[in-house]
């Protein structure tokens, strides 16, 4: 699954990476949890990083206050479930991060891990979006997510659904058949995972110090493991 990302790099770095401008105030986010906004990229405005709240809304919802938000999608049934079949098939869109979070452990004592790419890289997850309109417009997104790689398998038997930089744009605009093609676990060397502190537990610490690697002393029997 995917319920905490972050995306910090250089506001310049993300609109040359993805070829697009941001329409709002870019700030550096650490710790982004349900209920925040994700940075997005839509299929109707695929020159454009916007913001959407991350907990989806389906545009036939009676009251967006109510009811489940579904912060991701499992790509295997996203075809098939109501919540998500229109937006699949019309409105998919790229999510940008530079990194998620993931625990492991048995209850009551998981370790928090950081999974991101080599240098922090920015990358684009893939997308749900969808749009409640009822006298005001809210846009809403959620994550597809799919079976883990071998990067995060030690942590969670899901990840999110990282698209190659080449199969990004294909995404937006693919067929439902191809599109769902897509979903596969990232295939990449460049994945890593380390532990940090259990700070990032708490939304509220949205610093740059949840990144810190745990003591070792502090880390699970999982072990170190990378790409």
């Not at 919802?61 to 790509?75: L, M, Q, S, T, V």
């Not at 625990?103 to 991101?116: D, E, L, N, Q, V």
């Not at 995060?152 to 659904?161: E, I, Q």
């Not at 690697?213 to 072990?223: H, I, N, V």
């Amino acid at each position: 699954m995917c319920g905490r990302t972050s995306l910090f790099v250089d506001p310049d770095d993300l609109v040359d990476r993805f070829d697009a401008d941001l329409d709002f105030e870019y700030e550096r986010r650490y710790n982004i949890a349900p209920g925040d906004d994700l940075a997005v990229i839509p299929d109707d405005r695929q020159e454009t990083i916007t913001r959407q709240e991350w907990g989806l809304v389906p545009s036939w919802a009676d009251d967006p206050e109510e009811g489940p938000r579904p912060i991701n999608a499992r790509g295997e049934t996203v075809a098939e479930k109501p919540t998500f079949r229109d937006a699949f098939e019309r409105r998919r869109c790229l999510v940008l991060a530079d990194g998620f979070y993931e625990w492991a452990g048995s209850r009551g004592s998981k370790r928090p891990y950081r999974i991101h790419l080599t240098g922090d890289e920015p990358f684009a997850m893939a997308g749900l979006w969808d749009r409640w309109e009822n006298g005001s417009t809210f846009e809403s997104v959620t994550v597809v997510t799919t079976d883990a790689n071998d990067v995060v398998a030690p942590l969670h038997d899901r990840m999110p659904v990282i698209l190659d930089a080449d199969a990004e744009r294909e995404w937006l605009h693919a067929d439902p058949s191809r599109a769902h093609d897509l979903l596969e676990p990232y295939g990449g060397d460049d994945l890593e995972a380390y532990p940090i502190s259990t700070a990032v537990n708490d939304p509220a610490n949205d610093s740059a110090d949840v990144l810190l690697p745990a003591d070792r002393g502090e880390q699970s029997d999982l072990g170190d493991f990378g790409a």
